[in-house]
């Protein structure tokens, strides 16, 4: 029996491309991965751009708020590798007719950028996407958001916490599912589980059958989900 568990590539390919690069993100979508996330922020002149922190300072040799930078501005900052921070609209090319799953997080919990929700859902929709978005943030006013603007979309809760009365909280806010650091049973409920790489701890997720497992290293899990299994 095939497992039903997809693997996302956490920020693409930190094992061993800079973290949210079009590189990493290339290399996962060409070598088989089941699904990337990624993080959303806004710049200065609201074009949405692909970076875990607010700041640029960790993973660019600049310094700064996103938000306080014009797209142009921010473009002469450049990751370890040379590469420019990515426009959001680059990796909807490159994910354009691909066979892979992308999980878009909102990065809205510390900065609520006005109308992120609404200038993300208009850029997706000019994509032809081989399946539809998984939309995810640890702010669920940004989720509710996005289901006013748009309800046939998938949106899920992040959580670093076991989420109590899970199931009324998944109806209540039109949730398509949980993105947990940790494994909750719950029947029916897709739970995608970030950020696991440690081999033990995927093979017992892929045993529970979780809907994805998001991980720094997706070709370790890969391996670990296509071995056979003992008889």
């Known amino acids: ?27 996962a979508i060409d070598h088989g991965i089941d699904g ?33 930078y014009t797209l142009k501005e921010l473009q002469q900052f450049h990751m370890r590798d040379g590469e420019t921070i990515p426009m959001l609209k680059d990796l909807l090319s490159l994910a ?14 510390k900065i609520h950028y006005p109308n992120i929700e609404q200038i993300v859902l208009d850029l997706v929709k000019q994509y032809d996407l081989t399946y539809p978005v998984i939309y995810s943030s640890f702010n669920l006013d940004s989720l509710k958001k996005a289901y006013q603007i748009d309800p046939s979309q998938q949106y899920c809760l992040l959580s670093d916490h076991v989420i109590k009365d899970a199931k ?23 739970e995608r589980i970030w950020t696991v790489d440690d081999p033990k701890t995927q093979e017992k997720l892929l045993a529970d059958h979780v809907a994805g497992i998001i991980t720094d290293n997706f070709e370790q899990a890969i391996r670990l989900k296509n071995r056979p299994v003992a008889m």
């Open 96 to 109: 354009v007719h691909r066979p892979v799953h992308l999980n878009l997080e909102f990065k809205t919990n």
């Open 1 to 27: 029996m095939t497992n039903r568990t997809l693997i996302f590539g956490h920020r693409g390919y930190p094992f061993k491309f800079p973290e949210n690069s079009l590189k990493g993100f290339k290399y």
């Open 36 to 68: 990337l996330e990624f993080d959303v922020h806004l710049t200065k002149d609201n074009v949405p751009v692909i970076m875990h922190d607010e700041k640029i300072n960790r993973t660019t040799d600049g310094s700064g708020l996103i938000r306080s």
């Open 168 to 190: 009324a909280l998944i109806i209540k806010e039109h949730l398509a599912g949980l993105h947990l650091s940790h494994y909750q049973p719950l029947a029916n409920v897709d």
